[in-house]
Protein backbone atom coordinates (compact mmCIF):
# COMPACT_ATOMS: atom_id res chain seq x y z
CA UNK A 1 0.00 0.00 0.00
CA UNK A 2 1.56 3.29 -0.77
CA UNK A 3 1.55 6.10 1.66
CA UNK A 4 0.40 9.80 0.37
CA UNK A 5 1.54 12.51 1.95
CA UNK A 6 -0.79 15.62 2.11
CA UNK A 7 1.03 18.97 2.56
CA UNK A 8 0.19 20.32 5.26
CA UNK A 9 -1.08 23.78 5.09
CA UNK A 10 -2.86 24.46 8.72
CA UNK A 11 0.76 23.47 10.66
CA UNK A 12 -1.08 25.59 13.79
CA UNK A 13 -3.74 24.04 16.50
CA UNK A 14 -6.25 27.24 16.78
CA UNK A 15 -7.90 27.68 20.12
CA UNK A 16 -11.07 28.11 18.53
CA UNK A 17 -13.04 29.08 22.71
CA UNK A 18 -13.77 31.86 22.73
CA UNK A 19 -13.00 32.77 26.69
CA UNK A 20 -10.06 32.36 28.79
CA UNK A 21 -10.19 29.83 31.64
CA UNK A 22 -11.31 32.08 33.53
CA UNK A 23 -14.22 32.99 32.01
CA UNK A 24 -12.79 36.25 30.40
CA UNK A 25 -14.01 36.81 26.63
CA UNK A 26 -11.39 36.92 24.19
CA UNK A 27 -11.15 38.98 20.91
CA UNK A 28 -12.14 36.46 18.16
CA UNK A 29 -12.07 36.52 14.67
CA UNK A 30 -12.24 35.24 11.33
CA UNK A 31 -9.12 34.62 8.91
CA UNK A 32 -10.18 33.28 5.58
CA UNK A 33 -7.45 32.58 3.54
CA UNK A 34 -8.77 32.31 -0.38
CA UNK A 35 -5.52 30.60 -1.55
CA UNK A 36 -7.49 27.33 -0.40
CA UNK A 37 -11.33 28.00 -0.89
CA UNK A 38 -12.51 25.60 -3.34
CA UNK A 39 -15.84 27.22 -3.74
CA UNK A 40 -17.71 24.13 -2.16
CA UNK A 41 -20.07 27.08 -0.75
CA UNK A 42 -20.68 25.09 2.02
CA UNK A 43 -19.94 28.03 4.18
CA UNK A 44 -22.86 29.76 2.96
CA UNK A 45 -24.81 26.60 3.55
CA UNK A 46 -24.25 25.94 7.23
CA UNK A 47 -24.86 29.48 7.47
CA UNK A 48 -28.18 29.37 6.43
CA UNK A 49 -28.72 26.14 8.43
CA UNK A 50 -27.35 27.63 11.95
CA UNK A 51 -28.68 31.12 12.00
CA UNK A 52 -32.09 30.62 10.18
CA UNK A 53 -31.43 32.94 7.25
CA UNK A 54 -34.22 32.87 4.81
CA UNK A 55 -34.13 31.40 1.45
CA UNK A 56 -34.06 34.00 -1.09
CA UNK A 57 -34.80 32.01 -4.64
CA UNK A 58 -32.48 30.58 -6.96
CA UNK A 59 -31.34 32.80 -9.63
CA UNK A 60 -28.78 31.61 -12.32
CA UNK A 61 -26.49 34.53 -13.01
CA UNK A 62 -23.69 32.99 -15.34
CA UNK A 63 -21.30 34.57 -13.12
CA UNK A 64 -18.75 31.65 -13.16
CA UNK A 65 -20.60 29.71 -10.38
CA UNK A 66 -21.68 32.48 -8.59
CA UNK A 67 -25.51 32.21 -8.35
CA UNK A 68 -25.19 34.67 -4.77
CA UNK A 69 -24.04 37.17 -6.30
CA UNK A 70 -23.36 39.13 -3.06
CA UNK A 71 -23.51 39.29 0.48
CA UNK A 72 -26.86 40.99 1.77
CA UNK A 73 -29.86 40.35 4.28
CA UNK A 74 -30.27 37.00 3.57
CA UNK A 75 -26.93 36.03 2.38
CA UNK A 76 -24.27 36.42 5.50
CA UNK A 77 -21.50 34.81 3.47
CA UNK A 78 -20.80 35.02 -0.06
CA UNK A 79 -17.94 32.62 -2.05
CA UNK A 80 -16.74 34.83 -5.05
CA UNK A 81 -15.74 33.25 -8.60
CA UNK A 82 -13.52 34.90 -10.73
CA UNK A 83 -11.91 33.21 -14.02
CA UNK A 84 -8.85 34.76 -14.83
CA UNK A 85 -6.45 34.05 -18.12
CA UNK A 86 -3.40 34.15 -15.33
CA UNK A 87 -0.13 32.36 -15.33
CA UNK A 88 -1.49 29.69 -12.44
CA UNK A 89 1.52 28.01 -10.19
CA UNK A 90 1.32 24.62 -11.27
CA UNK A 91 2.83 22.66 -14.18
CA UNK A 92 0.67 23.79 -16.78
CA UNK A 93 0.03 20.99 -19.72
CA UNK A 94 -1.25 22.90 -22.40
CA UNK A 95 1.11 26.16 -22.07
CA UNK A 96 0.12 29.28 -21.51
CA UNK A 97 -3.23 30.73 -21.69
CA UNK A 98 -4.46 28.59 -18.32
CA UNK A 99 -7.51 29.71 -16.37
CA UNK A 100 -6.97 30.79 -12.98
CA UNK A 101 -10.22 30.27 -10.65
CA UNK A 102 -10.09 32.50 -8.02
CA UNK A 103 -12.44 31.33 -4.95
CA UNK A 104 -13.24 33.33 -1.29
CA UNK A 105 -15.85 33.40 0.89
CA UNK A 106 -16.60 37.00 1.93
CA UNK A 107 -18.36 37.87 4.82
CA UNK A 108 -19.12 40.76 7.08
CA UNK A 109 -15.86 42.28 8.27
CA UNK A 110 -16.72 43.05 11.98
CA UNK A 111 -14.73 46.15 11.56
CA UNK A 112 -12.50 47.86 14.71
CA UNK A 113 -14.35 50.99 13.91
CA UNK A 114 -17.56 50.32 12.44
CA UNK A 115 -19.51 52.80 10.57
CA UNK A 116 -22.47 50.55 10.69
CA UNK A 117 -22.47 51.11 14.55
CA UNK A 118 -21.63 54.72 14.73
CA UNK A 119 -24.30 55.94 12.44
CA UNK A 120 -26.95 53.61 14.49
CA UNK A 121 -28.94 56.06 15.64
CA UNK A 122 -31.17 53.42 18.28
CA UNK A 123 -28.12 52.02 19.72
CA UNK A 124 -29.53 48.17 17.95
CA UNK A 125 -25.99 47.68 16.10
CA UNK A 126 -23.70 46.93 19.33
CA UNK A 127 -20.02 45.41 19.61
CA UNK A 128 -20.15 42.14 21.53
CA UNK A 129 -17.66 41.41 24.09
CA UNK A 130 -15.80 39.15 21.67
CA UNK A 131 -15.07 42.47 19.93
CA UNK A 132 -17.80 41.50 16.53
CA UNK A 133 -20.62 43.75 15.43
CA UNK A 134 -24.28 42.68 15.94
CA UNK A 135 -27.65 44.13 15.02
CA UNK A 136 -29.87 43.15 17.83
CA UNK A 137 -33.16 42.64 15.87
CA UNK A 138 -34.94 43.48 18.86
CA UNK A 139 -34.07 47.02 19.14
CA UNK A 140 -33.71 47.88 15.41
CA UNK A 141 -36.44 50.05 13.75
CA UNK A 142 -35.69 49.72 10.16
CA UNK A 143 -34.12 53.70 9.63
CA UNK A 144 -31.71 51.87 7.03
CA UNK A 145 -28.54 54.72 7.72
CA UNK A 146 -25.88 51.73 8.23
CA UNK A 147 -26.66 50.06 4.92
CA UNK A 148 -25.07 53.20 2.57
CA UNK A 149 -22.73 53.95 5.68
CA UNK A 150 -20.77 50.64 5.30
CA UNK A 151 -18.17 50.65 3.61
CA UNK A 152 -18.69 46.91 2.53
CA UNK A 153 -21.83 47.23 1.70
CA UNK A 154 -22.64 44.23 3.99
CA UNK A 155 -25.90 45.44 6.28
CA UNK A 156 -29.02 45.33 3.91
CA UNK A 157 -32.60 45.60 4.41
CA UNK A 158 -34.94 42.81 4.74
CA UNK A 159 -38.28 43.82 2.99
CA UNK A 160 -40.03 41.14 4.72
CA UNK A 161 -39.49 42.47 8.25
CA UNK A 162 -38.35 46.18 7.67
CA UNK A 163 -35.21 44.96 9.52
CA UNK A 164 -31.33 45.49 8.97
CA UNK A 165 -29.95 41.56 8.82
CA UNK A 166 -26.35 40.55 8.60
CA UNK A 167 -23.46 37.96 10.08
CA UNK A 168 -23.21 37.51 13.75
CA UNK A 169 -19.95 36.06 13.80
CA UNK A 170 -22.28 33.47 15.43
CA UNK A 171 -22.78 35.37 18.61
CA UNK A 172 -24.84 32.08 19.96
CA UNK A 173 -22.29 29.89 19.07
CA UNK A 174 -19.34 31.73 20.52
CA UNK A 175 -20.82 32.33 23.70
CA UNK A 176 -20.83 28.74 23.95
CA UNK A 177 -17.38 28.40 23.34
CA UNK A 178 -18.56 26.63 19.72
CA UNK A 179 -17.68 27.86 16.43
CA UNK A 180 -19.17 29.51 14.01
CA UNK A 181 -21.31 27.19 11.07
CA UNK A 182 -19.03 28.67 8.33
CA UNK A 183 -15.97 27.97 9.97
CA UNK A 184 -16.52 24.87 11.42
CA UNK A 185 -18.20 23.50 7.84
CA UNK A 186 -15.55 24.56 5.81
CA UNK A 187 -13.72 21.34 4.94
CA UNK A 188 -10.11 22.88 3.71
CA UNK A 189 -9.83 25.09 6.43
CA UNK A 190 -9.65 28.18 4.06
CA UNK A 191 -12.01 29.93 7.02
CA UNK A 192 -10.43 29.82 10.12
CA UNK A 193 -11.79 30.96 13.24
CA UNK A 194 -10.07 31.72 16.57
CA UNK A 195 -8.22 34.52 18.76
CA UNK A 196 -7.64 37.57 16.27
CA UNK A 197 -3.90 37.92 17.62
CA UNK A 198 -3.65 34.25 17.14
CA UNK A 199 -4.95 34.66 13.18
CA UNK A 200 -2.99 37.66 12.20
CA UNK A 201 0.35 36.01 13.11
CA UNK A 202 -0.69 32.36 10.74
CA UNK A 203 -1.83 34.89 8.19
CA UNK A 204 1.68 37.15 8.29
CA UNK A 205 3.12 33.66 7.80
CA UNK A 206 1.33 32.14 4.95
CA UNK A 207 1.34 35.62 2.83
CA UNK A 208 4.78 35.26 2.80
CA UNK A 209 5.44 31.76 2.23
CA UNK A 210 2.83 32.29 -0.73
CA UNK A 211 5.18 35.46 -2.15
CA UNK A 212 8.47 33.69 -1.99
CA UNK A 213 6.72 31.28 -3.93
CA UNK A 214 6.00 33.61 -6.39
CA UNK A 215 2.62 34.42 -5.52
CA UNK A 216 3.75 37.96 -5.83
CA UNK A 217 0.08 39.62 -5.51
CA UNK A 218 -0.87 37.21 -2.60
CA UNK A 219 -2.10 40.32 -0.01
CA UNK A 220 -3.65 40.62 3.54
CA UNK A 221 -6.93 42.60 3.65
CA UNK A 222 -7.96 44.25 6.46
CA UNK A 223 -5.25 42.35 9.02
CA UNK A 224 -3.74 45.95 9.94
CA UNK A 225 -5.00 47.44 12.89
CA UNK A 226 -3.83 51.14 11.44
CA UNK A 227 -6.11 50.88 8.18
CA UNK A 228 -9.09 52.75 7.76
CA UNK A 229 -11.66 50.43 9.75
CA UNK A 230 -8.91 49.68 12.36
CA UNK A 231 -9.04 46.43 11.43
CA UNK A 232 -11.80 43.47 10.72
CA UNK A 233 -12.30 41.21 13.28
CA UNK A 234 -12.82 39.18 9.48
CA UNK A 235 -10.20 39.43 7.68
CA UNK A 236 -8.44 37.71 4.12
CA UNK A 237 -5.59 36.68 2.47
CA UNK A 238 -6.39 37.39 -1.42
CA UNK A 239 -4.60 36.69 -4.77
CA UNK A 240 -5.60 39.48 -6.45
CA UNK A 241 -6.39 43.04 -5.72
CA UNK A 242 -9.44 43.73 -3.25
CA UNK A 243 -11.78 44.97 -6.52
CA UNK A 244 -11.44 42.24 -7.96
CA UNK A 245 -13.19 40.46 -5.17
CA UNK A 246 -15.77 43.40 -5.42
CA UNK A 247 -14.23 44.46 -2.14
CA UNK A 248 -12.95 48.10 -1.33
CA UNK A 249 -9.35 48.83 -1.87
CA UNK A 250 -8.89 51.10 0.93
CA UNK A 251 -11.82 51.40 2.78
CA UNK A 252 -12.50 54.38 5.48
CA UNK A 253 -15.03 54.37 8.09
CA UNK A 254 -17.51 57.19 7.34
CA UNK A 255 -16.86 58.96 10.84
CA UNK A 256 -13.01 59.26 10.41
CA UNK A 257 -14.49 62.77 8.55
CA UNK A 258 -17.03 63.52 11.66
CA UNK A 259 -14.64 66.55 12.79
CA UNK A 260 -15.10 67.95 8.74
CA UNK A 261 -18.99 66.68 8.82
CA UNK A 262 -19.95 68.60 11.90
CA UNK A 263 -17.91 71.54 11.46
CA UNK A 264 -19.33 72.21 7.93
CA UNK A 265 -22.49 71.33 9.29
CA UNK A 266 -22.04 73.85 12.02
CA UNK A 267 -20.55 76.47 9.79
CA UNK A 268 -23.31 76.37 7.54
CA UNK A 269 -25.88 76.79 10.58
CA UNK A 270 -24.15 79.88 11.94
CA UNK A 271 -23.50 80.88 8.49
CA UNK A 272 -27.98 81.13 7.93
CA UNK A 273 -28.03 82.41 11.24
CA UNK A 274 -25.76 85.60 10.12
CA UNK A 275 -27.87 85.54 6.84
CA UNK A 276 -31.03 86.04 8.50
CA UNK A 277 -29.46 88.95 10.56
CA UNK A 278 -28.34 91.09 7.22
CA UNK A 279 -31.66 90.04 6.22
CA UNK A 280 -33.41 91.56 9.03
CA UNK A 281 -31.37 94.55 8.99
CA UNK A 282 -32.88 95.30 5.70
CA UNK A 283 -36.39 94.79 6.49
CA UNK A 284 -36.87 96.68 9.30
CA UNK A 285 -39.75 98.65 9.76
CA UNK B 1 2.83 48.22 -11.92
CA UNK B 2 0.73 50.63 -13.37
CA UNK B 3 -2.41 50.52 -12.33
CA UNK B 4 -4.81 49.58 -15.05
CA UNK B 5 -7.63 52.62 -16.90
CA UNK B 6 -10.84 51.18 -15.84
CA UNK B 7 -10.39 49.93 -12.04
CA UNK B 8 -11.32 45.96 -11.33
CA UNK B 9 -14.61 44.90 -9.77
CA UNK B 10 -16.56 41.75 -9.90
CA UNK B 11 -18.74 41.73 -12.55
CA UNK B 12 -19.51 45.30 -12.22
CA UNK B 13 -21.35 44.78 -8.84
CA UNK B 14 -21.52 47.43 -6.75
CA UNK B 15 -18.96 47.71 -3.78
CA UNK B 16 -21.51 49.15 -1.31
CA UNK B 17 -25.44 48.73 -1.08
CA UNK B 18 -27.18 51.68 -2.37
CA UNK B 19 -29.72 53.75 0.35
CA UNK B 20 -32.71 52.05 0.80
CA UNK B 21 -34.61 55.15 1.72
CA UNK B 22 -37.91 55.79 -0.11
CA UNK B 23 -39.26 59.44 -1.22
CA UNK B 24 -40.37 60.34 2.00
CA UNK B 25 -37.07 61.05 3.32
CA UNK B 26 -36.24 63.01 -0.34
CA UNK B 27 -39.52 65.17 1.26
CA UNK B 28 -38.17 65.27 4.35
CA UNK B 29 -35.01 66.89 3.21
CA UNK B 30 -37.49 69.71 1.78
CA UNK B 31 -39.93 70.09 4.77
CA UNK B 32 -37.38 69.70 7.36
CA UNK B 33 -35.25 72.75 5.38
CA UNK B 34 -39.03 74.70 5.16
CA UNK B 35 -39.38 74.74 8.95
CA UNK B 36 -36.13 75.53 9.96
CA UNK B 37 -35.71 78.14 7.30
CA UNK B 38 -39.03 79.70 8.91
CA UNK B 39 -38.38 79.63 12.40
CA UNK B 40 -35.52 81.78 12.22
CA UNK B 41 -37.98 84.05 9.92
CA UNK B 42 -40.36 84.10 12.31
CA UNK B 43 -37.71 85.40 15.26
CA UNK B 44 -36.53 88.04 12.75
CA UNK B 45 -39.82 89.40 11.73
CA UNK B 46 -41.40 89.71 15.45
CA UNK B 47 -37.93 91.92 16.00
CA UNK B 48 -39.23 93.92 13.33
CA UNK B 49 -42.55 94.24 14.76
CA UNK B 50 -44.41 92.51 11.65
CA UNK B 51 -46.71 89.89 13.68
CA UNK B 52 -48.35 88.76 10.47
CA UNK B 53 -45.49 88.03 9.14
CA UNK B 54 -44.25 86.27 12.09
CA UNK B 55 -47.28 84.14 12.40
CA UNK B 56 -47.38 83.12 8.94
CA UNK B 57 -43.70 82.37 9.06
CA UNK B 58 -44.42 80.02 12.64
CA UNK B 59 -47.34 78.30 10.98
CA UNK B 60 -45.68 77.60 7.88
CA UNK B 61 -42.48 76.08 10.53
CA UNK B 62 -45.51 73.78 12.24
CA UNK B 63 -46.51 72.83 9.17
CA UNK B 64 -43.12 71.57 8.08
CA UNK B 65 -41.91 70.12 11.78
CA UNK B 66 -46.23 68.33 11.60
CA UNK B 67 -45.00 66.92 8.56
CA UNK B 68 -41.60 65.93 8.80
CA UNK B 69 -41.79 62.58 11.41
CA UNK B 70 -44.80 61.10 9.86
CA UNK B 71 -42.48 61.10 6.40
CA UNK B 72 -39.63 60.27 8.68
CA UNK B 73 -42.22 57.32 10.50
CA UNK B 74 -43.37 55.90 7.50
CA UNK B 75 -40.10 55.18 6.38
CA UNK B 76 -38.66 53.18 8.74
CA UNK B 77 -38.68 49.34 8.23
CA UNK B 78 -40.62 49.29 11.68
CA UNK B 79 -42.46 52.07 12.17
CA UNK B 80 -44.00 51.26 15.57
CA UNK B 81 -40.43 51.20 16.66
CA UNK B 82 -39.91 54.48 15.84
CA UNK B 83 -39.62 55.43 19.19
CA UNK B 84 -36.06 53.50 19.78
CA UNK B 85 -34.65 56.70 18.50
CA UNK B 86 -35.01 58.53 21.81
CA UNK B 87 -33.48 56.31 24.03
CA UNK B 88 -29.82 57.65 22.74
CA UNK B 89 -28.02 60.52 21.76
CA UNK B 90 -24.96 59.85 19.47
CA UNK B 91 -23.19 62.31 17.78
CA UNK B 92 -21.32 59.66 16.01
CA UNK B 93 -25.25 59.35 14.00
CA UNK B 94 -26.14 62.45 12.87
CA UNK B 95 -30.02 60.66 12.66
CA UNK B 96 -29.45 60.59 15.99
CA UNK B 97 -27.97 64.22 16.74
CA UNK B 98 -31.04 65.48 13.93
CA UNK B 99 -33.91 63.28 15.97
CA UNK B 100 -33.49 65.50 19.17
CA UNK B 101 -33.41 68.66 16.91
CA UNK B 102 -36.23 67.91 15.54
CA UNK B 103 -38.25 66.99 18.51
CA UNK B 104 -36.45 70.25 19.98
CA UNK B 105 -37.52 72.44 17.47
CA UNK B 106 -40.84 71.37 16.88
CA UNK B 107 -42.11 71.45 20.64
CA UNK B 108 -40.54 75.04 20.75
CA UNK B 109 -42.49 75.85 17.24
CA UNK B 110 -45.57 74.30 18.56
CA UNK B 111 -45.49 75.89 21.42
CA UNK B 112 -44.56 79.68 20.23
CA UNK B 113 -47.54 78.68 17.38
CA UNK B 114 -49.96 78.09 20.26
CA UNK B 115 -49.35 81.47 21.95
CA UNK B 116 -49.45 83.43 19.14
CA UNK B 117 -52.70 81.71 17.09
CA UNK B 118 -54.56 81.97 20.85
CA UNK B 119 -53.16 85.09 22.22
CA UNK B 120 -51.89 84.08 25.28
CA UNK B 121 -48.32 84.26 27.17
CA UNK B 122 -46.25 86.61 25.05
CA UNK B 123 -43.36 86.29 27.03
CA UNK B 124 -43.64 82.43 26.29
CA UNK B 125 -44.21 82.87 22.79
CA UNK B 126 -40.89 85.26 22.37
CA UNK B 127 -39.07 82.70 24.30
CA UNK B 128 -40.56 79.48 22.50
CA UNK B 129 -39.76 81.40 19.45
CA UNK B 130 -35.98 82.28 19.93
CA UNK B 131 -35.30 78.63 21.13
CA UNK B 132 -36.80 77.17 17.85
CA UNK B 133 -34.69 79.66 15.28
CA UNK B 134 -32.01 78.52 17.41
CA UNK B 135 -32.32 75.12 16.33
CA UNK B 136 -33.87 75.93 12.89
CA UNK B 137 -30.36 76.80 11.43
CA UNK B 138 -29.06 73.36 12.72
CA UNK B 139 -32.29 71.35 11.34
CA UNK B 140 -31.58 72.99 8.05
CA UNK B 141 -28.30 71.48 7.45
CA UNK B 142 -27.78 68.52 10.09
CA UNK B 143 -29.33 66.04 6.70
CA UNK B 144 -26.35 67.45 5.05
CA UNK B 145 -24.46 66.18 7.65
CA UNK B 146 -26.57 62.83 7.59
CA UNK B 147 -25.88 62.38 3.98
CA UNK B 148 -22.03 63.02 4.39
CA UNK B 149 -21.82 60.50 6.76
CA UNK B 150 -21.98 57.24 4.46
CA UNK B 151 -20.20 55.84 2.15
CA UNK B 152 -21.66 56.85 -1.13
CA UNK B 153 -18.88 59.15 -2.74
CA UNK B 154 -21.71 61.92 -4.34
CA UNK B 155 -22.59 62.88 -0.77
CA UNK B 156 -19.56 61.69 1.35
CA UNK B 157 -16.71 63.87 -0.46
CA UNK B 158 -19.09 66.72 -0.46
CA UNK B 159 -18.97 67.12 2.69
CA UNK B 160 -17.95 70.46 3.23
CA UNK B 161 -20.33 71.91 0.50
CA UNK B 162 -23.55 69.97 1.05
CA UNK B 163 -24.54 71.94 4.39
CA UNK B 164 -24.40 75.42 2.76
CA UNK B 165 -26.20 74.50 -0.29
CA UNK B 166 -28.85 73.18 2.60
CA UNK B 167 -28.61 76.33 4.40
CA UNK B 168 -29.14 78.38 1.08
CA UNK B 169 -32.28 76.22 0.16
CA UNK B 170 -33.39 76.21 3.48
CA UNK B 171 -33.17 80.16 4.06
CA UNK B 172 -34.50 80.64 0.07
CA UNK B 173 -37.58 78.20 0.60
CA UNK B 174 -38.88 80.15 3.92
CA UNK B 175 -38.04 83.26 2.13
CA UNK B 176 -40.01 82.39 -1.02
CA UNK B 177 -43.04 80.65 1.52
CA UNK B 178 -43.22 84.26 3.34
CA UNK B 179 -43.06 86.26 -0.17
CA UNK B 180 -46.12 84.27 -1.44
CA UNK B 181 -47.86 84.75 1.66
CA UNK B 182 -47.38 88.39 3.09
CA UNK B 183 -47.85 91.74 1.30
CA UNK B 184 -44.79 93.00 -0.90
CA UNK B 185 -44.33 96.19 1.44
CA UNK B 186 -43.74 93.80 4.38
CA UNK B 187 -41.73 91.44 2.41
CA UNK B 188 -38.19 93.02 2.18
CA UNK B 189 -36.59 90.72 4.71
CA UNK B 190 -38.18 87.46 2.93
CA UNK B 191 -37.14 88.63 -0.44
CA UNK B 192 -33.33 89.09 0.33
CA UNK B 193 -33.99 85.71 2.30
CA UNK B 194 -35.26 84.25 -0.47
CA UNK B 195 -33.33 85.66 -3.33
CA UNK B 196 -29.75 85.40 -2.01
CA UNK B 197 -30.43 81.51 -0.64
CA UNK B 198 -31.48 80.73 -3.88
CA UNK B 199 -28.48 82.34 -5.19
CA UNK B 200 -25.94 80.89 -2.65
CA UNK B 201 -27.69 77.17 -2.96
CA UNK B 202 -26.70 77.51 -7.25
CA UNK B 203 -23.31 78.68 -6.47
CA UNK B 204 -22.73 75.62 -3.88
CA UNK B 205 -23.79 72.96 -6.16
CA UNK B 206 -21.80 74.14 -8.81
CA UNK B 207 -18.70 74.55 -6.42
CA UNK B 208 -19.47 70.83 -5.18
CA UNK B 209 -19.61 69.18 -8.74
CA UNK B 210 -16.43 71.14 -9.62
CA UNK B 211 -14.96 69.76 -6.57
CA UNK B 212 -16.62 66.21 -7.36
CA UNK B 213 -15.15 65.92 -10.55
CA UNK B 214 -15.79 62.38 -12.16
CA UNK B 215 -18.12 61.66 -9.18
CA UNK B 216 -20.36 64.14 -10.11
CA UNK B 217 -21.69 62.80 -13.09
CA UNK B 218 -24.76 60.86 -10.97
CA UNK B 219 -26.25 64.64 -11.03
CA UNK B 220 -26.76 64.61 -14.67
CA UNK B 221 -28.13 61.45 -15.41
CA UNK B 222 -31.53 63.22 -14.19
CA UNK B 223 -33.30 66.69 -14.99
CA UNK B 224 -33.39 67.54 -11.40
CA UNK B 225 -30.57 69.84 -10.51
CA UNK B 226 -30.73 71.37 -13.71
CA UNK B 227 -34.34 72.50 -12.85
CA UNK B 228 -33.54 73.65 -9.61
CA UNK B 229 -30.49 75.64 -11.14
CA UNK B 230 -32.91 77.31 -13.82
CA UNK B 231 -35.66 77.69 -11.30
CA UNK B 232 -33.58 79.28 -8.34
CA UNK B 233 -31.92 81.65 -11.25
CA UNK B 234 -35.34 82.19 -12.84
CA UNK B 235 -36.95 83.10 -9.54
CA UNK B 236 -33.77 85.22 -7.71
CA UNK B 237 -33.68 87.54 -10.70
CA UNK B 238 -38.04 88.15 -10.69
CA UNK B 239 -37.71 88.39 -6.55
CA UNK B 240 -34.85 91.07 -6.76
CA UNK B 241 -36.25 92.42 -10.10
CA UNK B 242 -39.90 92.82 -8.88
CA UNK B 243 -40.40 91.46 -5.69
CA UNK B 244 -41.99 94.68 -4.61
CA UNK B 245 -45.21 93.91 -6.76
CA UNK B 246 -47.67 90.88 -5.71
CA UNK B 247 -47.98 89.23 -8.66
CA UNK B 248 -44.05 88.73 -9.46
CA UNK B 249 -43.37 87.89 -5.56
CA UNK B 250 -46.07 85.14 -6.24
CA UNK B 251 -44.17 83.61 -9.08
CA UNK B 252 -40.98 84.60 -7.70
CA UNK B 253 -42.19 82.86 -4.72
CA UNK B 254 -43.31 79.46 -6.25
CA UNK B 255 -39.97 79.27 -8.44
CA UNK B 256 -37.83 79.06 -5.59
CA UNK B 257 -40.15 76.80 -3.89
CA UNK B 258 -39.62 74.42 -6.78
CA UNK B 259 -36.38 75.14 -7.15
CA UNK B 260 -35.28 74.53 -3.34
CA UNK B 261 -37.34 70.58 -3.89
CA UNK B 262 -35.60 69.99 -7.01
CA UNK B 263 -32.14 70.59 -5.43
CA UNK B 264 -32.92 68.86 -2.59
CA UNK B 265 -34.57 66.26 -4.27
CA UNK B 266 -31.53 65.67 -6.70
CA UNK B 267 -28.98 65.49 -4.34
CA UNK B 268 -31.31 62.92 -2.79
CA UNK B 269 -31.44 60.96 -6.15
CA UNK B 270 -27.87 61.28 -6.64
CA UNK B 271 -27.18 58.48 -3.99
CA UNK B 272 -28.52 56.16 -5.71
CA UNK B 273 -26.58 55.69 -8.97
CA UNK B 274 -23.49 56.95 -6.90
CA UNK B 275 -23.40 53.64 -4.63
CA UNK B 276 -24.28 51.38 -8.02
CA UNK B 277 -21.61 51.67 -10.28
CA UNK B 278 -18.42 50.27 -8.51
CA UNK B 279 -16.05 52.38 -9.95
CA UNK B 280 -16.98 55.44 -8.08
CA UNK B 281 -16.17 53.43 -4.82
CA UNK B 282 -12.81 51.85 -6.19
CA UNK B 283 -11.06 54.52 -8.27
CA UNK B 284 -10.64 57.11 -5.93
CA UNK B 285 -9.81 54.39 -3.43
CA UNK B 286 -7.29 52.97 -5.76
CA UNK B 287 -5.71 56.55 -7.04
CA UNK B 288 -5.49 56.88 -3.16
CA UNK B 289 -3.21 53.59 -2.70
CA UNK B 290 -0.97 54.61 -5.27
CA UNK B 291 -0.40 57.85 -4.14
CA UNK B 292 0.68 56.52 -1.22
CA UNK B 293 2.75 53.94 -2.71
CA UNK B 294 4.37 55.89 -4.40
CA UNK B 295 5.38 58.28 -1.69
CA UNK B 296 6.92 55.78 -0.10
CA UNK B 297 8.56 54.75 -2.85
CA UNK B 298 10.34 58.38 -3.73
CA UNK B 299 11.22 58.11 0.33
CA UNK B 300 13.09 54.99 -0.15
CA UNK B 301 14.72 56.02 -3.23
CA UNK B 302 15.63 59.58 -1.57
CA UNK B 303 19.44 59.75 -0.29
CA UNK B 304 18.80 59.83 3.64
CA UNK B 305 15.38 58.81 3.00
CA UNK B 306 13.24 56.37 5.55
CA UNK B 307 14.17 53.00 4.74
Known amino acids: MTTVTIPTIISHDIDTRSHDADGTPRQMGFFTDTSICIGCKACEVACKESNQVPDDGLHWTGESYDNTSAIGCNSWRHVAFIEQTKPVQVPDEQGSGALRWLMASDVCKHCSNAACLDVCPTGALTRTEFGTVVVQEDVCNGCGYCVPACPFGVLDKREEDGRVWKCTLCYDRLKDDMEPACAQACPTKSIQFGELKQLRVIADERVRRLQSRGEEQAQLYLSDSTDGVGGGHAFFLLLDRPEVFGLPPDPVVTTRGLKTIWTSAGGAALTAVAAVALAYLRGRA | MVPPATPASYYGRPVIKRPVWKWEIGAYFYTGGLAGGSMLLAAAARRQGRDTVARRALLTALAGVSVSPVLLIRDLGMPRRFYNMLRVFKVTSPMSVGTWILSGAGGFTGIAAACDVLGIMPRARDGAEVAAAALGAPLATYTAALLADTSVPVWRDAAVELPLVFAGTALATAGAASMVLNDPADSATARALAAGGALA ?66 IFKAGVPSASDPDYTVAPQRERLEHFVGHRQAEELAPGGVS
Not at chain 2, 218 to 246: D, S
Open chain 2, 201 to 266: SVVGVQVMEQRLGDLAAPYHEEPWGLAAKVLNGAGAALTMLGGRRRALAVAGGAAILAGGAFERWS
